[in-house]
C-alpha cells in the first residue's frame, strides 16, 4: 500500500506511460494524416461521442466504486482479525487463566490467512510460533488458516477442562473465534469472488476503443494541438479505468494491495508485547510503500 | 461463475450477438433506404434524444446497482453459511466433544441448500452424508433446508443431555444454527423476491425502444457509417442492460450464477478433513466457469 | 407482488393510462393550435430544459432510491421475522422441550403483524392457532403483535420453570424474542414514517409540470410528431415518477405490495410441518402477483 | 413530521415564498433594466452556467443524500430506542419477574431523551413515572438519560439479588440496556455533529448567486417571460437545497422534525399497557404534523 | 470540529484564498495577453472541456463521497467507544459491584486512544486518572489503548474472583471489552490506511489543470469578465475538492478534524459523575470550532 503521496504520483505515472507512449503515437498519425497527407475521411466529428460517454460513465461509475468497496471491505475485515486477535489476547488472559503457547499460536495465524490470500509459501515466522504438531497438523489440511482456528479451539477446549472454566466463559471465547472465522471467510469469498466479468473486462475495452476513436472526432477542430487536448483526455480516462483495476483485487501482489505483512506483525506484537515476550519488529515503508 | 477473463469476453460476446445481428440489420435498412431511396421522412434528428438518454441513464443506473447489490448480497449470505457451517465444526469437537455423524449431516446442508435455491434435483452426494431416517425425514418437508437445521438441532440436544454439557455452551451452538437460518432465510429472500418489474423490465424495453431510433437520428451526419457508429453506441447499452439482467437473479443456472457446487464441496471438505474423513475433491473450472 | 413479467408489463401500462391519455390530448392540442391556428406564442424552445432536466434528475434519482432502500429493508425485515420465527421453532423443540400451543402462537404471529401492517381486519387463521385466553388478551392491546410476543415470553418462563431449564438457555431463547421485536419495530417505523414530503411529493409535481412544458419546446422542431415524440419521453419520467411512487410503500394494497400472506403461511407451514402438525397451503398466485 | 400531503405541499410553499419574491423581483428588475432601459450589459450568456451547474449538482447530491441518510439513521435509532424498550419490559415480566416501577421508570426514559434531544424542558410526563428519589437523582446529573440507564441497571442488579436470578439472565437483561445505550449514543452523535460545513453551507451559497445570475444568461432569448422561466428553474433549486437543509437537524423544532412526542407516547402506552397500568394517549396530528 | 456556521466561511474562504489569487493572477495573464497583446493562440474554445469536466466529476463524486463514508464512520466509532465506556461504567456497577479506581481507568482509555491517533503527546488527564502501577504498563508497550484494556480485563478478573461472580456476568462484562476493541481497531484502521492515492491525490491535480485550462477555453467568449467567470467556477472546484480532502483524513488537527478532547471529557464526566466522582469540564468552543 502506498503510504507516501510523493511515491504515489510516480507509481501512478508509471503504470499508465506504456499506453499514454501507444495512445500519443497513434494521435499524431492520425493528426498527420489529416493535416498533411489530407486523409479527410479520419475525421468524424459526429460520431456520437456523448451517448458513448454517457455508456462509459455508468460503467466506470458502478465498477470503480465496486471496487473501492471491495477493497474497503478487505481492509475492514483485517481490521477485525485484528481486533479480535487482540481480544482473544486479552480473553486467554483475564478469562481463561493464560497460556503463552495459546498466545504465539494465534500470533501465527495472520501470517498463515496472509499466505493464503496471497498465494505465497508460508511466512517464515510461522514455524517460530507454532509447536512442531500443530504446524504438521494444520499445513496437512487444504485450508491451514481454517485448520489452526481448529486446534486452538480444542486447546481452550482442554485448557477449560483441566481449570474448570464455566460454559459461559468457554462460550464467551469461543465467540471471537467464530468471529475470527467469519473475517477470514468473507477475505477467502473477496479473493475467491472476482468482480462479475462485465465490470471489471468491459470498461477497459470501451475506454480503449473511446481513446482510439477520440482523435477521429477532435481533430478537425484542434488541428496540429490535437495530440495534446486528446492526450490530456485520453490519460484522465485510461486513469479513471486503472483506479478501478487496482482496488479490485486488494490481495494481489502490487503497489496498491493491502499492506498484509505489516498487519500480521501488528497483531503479533499487540498479542505478544503485554505478555513480556518476543516478537518480529514492524517491516520500513520502502519507496513509500507498506509491505 | 466466469473465473477466466479470456472466456468471459466470449461469452458476453456470444450473449449479445443476437441483438446485435438484428440491429445492425435495421441501421441498414434505415441507412439504404434513406441513402438510396432518399426516404426524407426516416430522418428524425429533432427527436429529444438527450432527455431520453437521461431516463434511460436513471434507470439503468439505479437497476444495475441494486443487481449488483442483489449478486454481492448473495455471495455474502453463502459466505455466512460457510463460515457457520466451519464454526459448527469447529463447536461441535470443541465445546461438544464431537460426533463424526453430526458433522456429515451439517455437510450435507449446503448440498440440500443449493438445490431448492436452484430448483434442481437434489445433489448425489447427500445420500451418502445422512442417515437414512435423517434423509426419508428432510426429504418429507416442503423447506428441506429447514428440516435439517431443525433435526440437527434436535440432536446437538440428544447430545448435551447425554454428555451433560452446560447450558451456555449448548446456546453457543444454538447460536450458529440460528445464524445459519439467518443465512439461509436471507438467500430464499433473494431467490423469492424478484427486483421490482419496474426495474427488471422497462430498461430492457426502454433500452431496445433506444436502440431502433437511434439510426433514425444519426443517419443524416453519419450517412453510410451508419451501421458503424450506431452498432457501437447500441451494443454498448445492450450490454450495460445485459450486465444488470445477468446478476439480478444469482441462482438462475448461468455462466454468470454464483458457483454453489464448488462452494458446498469447500463446505464438506473443511468440515471433514480435520476429522481425517473422506470428502469429494472440487469441481474443475471447465470453460472458464466454476459450477 | 408481481412475479411474472408478462402481467407486469400490463399492469404497469394500465397504471400508466390514464396520464398517458391526458398527456397526448394536451400535445394534440398544442401541435394543433401551433400548426393550424399559428399560435405561435406556444412555442418556447428557449425555456432553460436541460436546467430543469438537472433538477428533476436529482429529484427523481434520490427519491427513486430512497423508496427502493425502504421496499428492500420491509423485505428484508419479512425475512428477519420469517427467520427468527423458525428459529424459534427449532430452539422451542431442541431447547425448551417442545410445546405444540406455543409453535401455534408463534405462527399466529405474522398473521397479526399483517394486519396491524396493512391495517386490514385480523386474518380468519389467527382464531385456529391461538387459544381463547391469549386471543381475548391480545387483541384487548392496542399493538396486539407486541401483546403476543410478551405473552409468549410469559410462556416461555412458566416452561423453563416447570422444566428447570438452565438461565442461558432461557436468554438464548429470550434473544429470539427481542430479535423479533427488533424486525417488528423496524416494520412499524417503515409503516409509520412516510418519506419526507419533499421526496414524496415533488418529484410528481415537477414531472406534471416537466411533460406540460415539454410539447412546448418541440413543437417548432418536431411538427406534427409532437405528440409521438413528446408522448415517449413524457411516459418515460412518467414511469420513472411512479416506480418510486409504488415502492415507497411497501404494505400499502397494490400489485406492487409485499406479498405478506405467502410470507405468513411460509413461516406457519415451517413451524408446524416438521412437528407433524396441519397448516394453511401457500396461496397462488393470482393474474402473477403473489397476495 | 408531515404525515398528510395535502398539507405538506401547503407548508413547502410557505417556506419557499420568502426567497421566491425576492428571486422573482430580481428577475423583474433585469427584465425591465434590459428590455426598457436597454442595459445591454445585463445579458450574460455566455457565463460557463453548465460548468457552475456541474459543480451544484455534485454539492446538492452528496449533501442531500448525506441529510437523508442522517434523518433516517436517526428516525432507526428512535426505533431501536422503541424495540428495546418493549422487549424491556418482556423481559422484565418474563425474566425478572416484574416489578411494576421499573417498567415506568422505563417509560419515563424516552421523554427524558427526547428533552435533552431537542434542548427543551423535560416533559410533564417525566414527573409522573419517576420516583423522588430517582428524579432528583437523574436530574442531578448533566446527561439524565444516562443517568437513568444507570438507575435502572442498579435497581435490575437488586433484583436479581433479591429474586435469586441467574447471572445468565442477568446478562441478557442487561444486553437490553446496552443495546439502549448504543441507540442514546448514536441520537447524541447527530444531534452533537452537524454535517460538515462544506455541505452544509456552501449548497446554500452556491445555489443563491445560481439563482441571482441565471436571468442574467436568459434574458436575451427569453425576452418578457424571463421572471417566469427563471423563477421556476429558480424554485426547483432552492426546494432542493430546502430539502436537504430540513432533513439535516432531524431534533430541530420544525414541520419536518421526527415526531419524538408521538413515539415516546407510543413507547409509555406499549410498557404499560398489557401490565394493565394507566398511560398517556397517543398525541392527535395538527394540521397534518406529528408532534 | 467547526460548529457555527458563521466561523465556517470564514474559515472555508481563507482556506481557499490562496489559490484564488494564484487564479485570478493567471486568469488576468490570459485576458490581457489575449484582449491588449492579441496573442490569438491563447483562446481554445475547442479543447474537449466537457469530456474533463465528466472524468473529473466521477474522480471528485466517488472521492468525496468515500472521503465523507470516512469521516462520518471514525464519527461513529467514536460515538461508540462513548457508549461502550458508559455501558462500562453501568455494568461495573451494576453487575460487578463497582470499584472506583477501575471507572478512573477506563476514563482514562479516550484519553490515551485520542493522543495515538492524533500523534500528540498523552493528555495531561490520564496521570491523574491512573495508578503509576497501571500508567507505567500502559505506556511500555507500543500501543497503550490496547495495553490498558488488557490491564482492564486482568483486574475485572480478579474482582471476578474475589467476589465469586457468575461467568455469565463475567463474559456480559468482557464483551463490552471486546466491542472497545473492535471500535479502537477500526479507527486505527482509518488512521492507518489513507484513501487509495488514485483519489486523494489525482483529484487535486486534475483540478488544478482544469482552472488552468478554463480562462483559455473561455477568454473569447467572455472577453473582460473573464476573470470573473473563471474565477466564480474555478473556486467552485476548488472547494469541491478541498471539502473532500477535508474530511479523507478525520484525525489530522485541522478545523475540520473531530472534537476528541470534547469526546474524551464528556466520556470522563459520563463515567465517574453517577459515581460523585470529580471530572474536567467540557472545554469551550472558540472561534466556533470545538477542540
Redesign the interface.
Known sequence: ???K?RY??S??FREILPPLVILTGWDCVVVILFQIFHQEWME?P?????????????????R???A?AR??EA??LW??I???C??F???L???LGGQPSLARAMAAYPYILKSSLSGNEPDSAIQGLLDADTYRFVFS???PA??L??RI??K??TLVEERH????????V?????DL??A???L??IRN??L???????PK??TH?FCILLPLS?VQ??GW?TPL??S??GV??Q??D??GQ??QEPFKISP?SLPMLTMSRTIE??LL??LGMEYHPLPQPRFGQMP
Do not use: K
Open positions: 500500500m502506498i503510504i503521496r504515489g504520483l507509481i501512478l468524424q459526429a460520431l456520437p461521442f456523448s451517448l458513448m460517454g454517457s455508456a462509459l460513465a455508468i460503467f466506470l461509475g458502478i470503480n466504486n465496486a473501492y477493497w474497503w481492509r475492514t481490521g477485525a485484528t481486533n479480535n487482540r481480544s489476547g486479552r480473553e488472559e483475564s478469562l489440511c487444504t485450508n481454517n485448520a482456528l481448529y479451539g480444542q481452550v477446549r472454566i464455566d460454559g459461559a466463559v468457554h462460550g464467551t469461543d465467540r471471537i473465534l467464530s472465522a467469519n477470514q471467510g468473507g477467502e469469498r469472488t472476482p462479475p466479468v462485465q465490470y471489471s473486462l468491459l475495452v470501451i476503443l477532435a477542430t484542434l494541438i487536448g486528446s490530456i483526455i484522465l480516462f486513469m479513471l486503472r483506479s487496482n482496488l496498491h506484537r499487540d508485547q503485554p
